[in-house]
C-alpha cells in the first residue's frame, strides 16, 4: 500500500524567507507520480506542482521547486520568497501505482503561517 | 476556462436522510474523481471514473455511498441514510486522461468542495 508521510503539522516563516515543506513516501512500485497541492482556509485544493518517479532532474515551477530524493523516498516542497497569500494548508501526495488506477493519496498535510 | 463546480456548497441534513452531491468536472476531462476530507485529514479517495464507467470504486466506505456519471460529464454522488461520522467536505476533481502513466497532463483539478453536515 502506498503511504505519504508529512510530519510537521504546523510551520512559521518570515515573509521573503525561503520555507521547506517535508514529504517522505512509501511504495514498492517504480512508477509513480507525486503532486504537492495548496489548500486555502476557502477549501479549494490548488496544484501547485508535480514530479514523476522518472524525471532526472527536480521539478520547479516559480516559486515552488520540489527536492525530490528518491533513494530517501523524500518529495520536500521548497517555496522560495515567502509571501502573506502563501498561508495555507499544504499537501503532499502520489499517484500510482501504474495499472492500479489513477486516485492520489494524500498526507496530513502543513499547515504554513507566513508572517511579518 | 471553467474549472470543477460542485453543488451545493453546503448541505446540512438530518441523520437518517437522502442526500445528492453533484460536480460538473472540466470540459473535455475524460477522468473524475470524488474525495472526502474529514476535518484536520487530507482527502481521502472514495471512486474514480473513466467516462461513464466506474473504473476504481474501492474508496467507498460501505454500500450506502454510490456515484454516477451516466453521460461521462456531470457526477451525482449519493449517500443513503445518512449517518453523523458522514459529515465531511466533499471534493471533486478532474483530469484529462485518468490513467496513472499521464504524467503531468493527467494532473487531478478540484472543485470547491461540498460542506455536508449530518445533524
Known amino acids: 500500500a502506498q503511504k505519504i508521510t508529512q510530519t510537521q503539522p504546523g510551520m512559521f516563516v518570515q515573509e521573503k524567507e525561503a520555507v521547506t515543506l517535508d514529504c517522505t513516501y512509501d511504495?514498492?512500485?517504480?512508477?509513480?507520480?507525486l503532486f504537492w497541492y495548496k489548500q486555502p482556509s476557502s477549501g479549494e485544493m490548488i496544484f501547485l506542482i508535480y514530479?514523476?518517479?522518472?524525471?532526472?532532474q527536480n521539478a520547479t515551477e516559480g516559486r515552488y521547486s520540489l527536492n525530490f530524493q528518491k533513494a530517501r523516498k523524500s518529495a520536500n516542497l521548497v517555496i522560495s520568497a515567502s509571501q502573506l497569500g502563501d498561508s495555507a494548508m499544504y499537501f503532499c501526495?502520489?499517484?500510482?501505482?501504474?495499472?492500479?488506477?489513477?486516485?492520489?493519496?494524500f498526507g496530513t498535510g502543513t499547515q504554513l503561517k507566513v508572517e511579518l | 476556462g471553467a474549472g470543477v463546480s460542485q453543488t451545493p456548497s453546503n448541505k446540512v441534513t438530518e441523520k437518517g436522510k437522502y442526500v445528492e452531491l453533484r460536480c460538473d468536472p472540466i470540459?473535455?476531462?475524460?477522468?473524475l474523481y470524488w474525495y472526502r476530507q474529514s476535518l484536520g485529514q487530507g482527502p481521502e479517495f472514495l471512486i474514480y471514473?473513466?467516462?461513464?464507467?466506474?473504473?476504481?470504486d474501492s474508496g467507498l466506505p460501505n454500500d450506502r455511498f454510490f456515484a454516477v456519471r451516466p453521460e461521462g460529464s456531470v457526477s451525482t454522488l449519493k449517500i443513503q441514510r445518512t449517518e453523523r461520522g458522514d459529515s465531511a467536505v466533499y471534493l471533486c476533481?478532474?483530469?484529462?486522461?485518468?490513467?496513472?502513466?499521464?504524467?503531468?497532463?493527467?494532473?487531478?483539478?478540484f472543485g470547491p468542495g461540498t460542506r455536508l453536515t449530518v445533524l
Open positions: 476533481a478532474s483530469s484529462l486522461k485518468g490513467t496513472a502513466a499521464g504524467g503531468i497532463t493527467d494532473t487531478q483539478y
Open positions: 511504495t514498492s512500485d517504480p512508477s509513480y507520480g
Open positions: 514530479q514523476g518517479s522518472y524525471d532526472q
Open positions: 501526495a502520489m499517484r500510482g501505482p501504474a495499472g492500479g488506477g489513477n486516485k492520489l493519496t
Open positions: 470540459s473535455g476531462h475524460t477522468a
Open positions: 471514473f473513466q467516462g461513464t464507467g466506474a473504473a476504481d
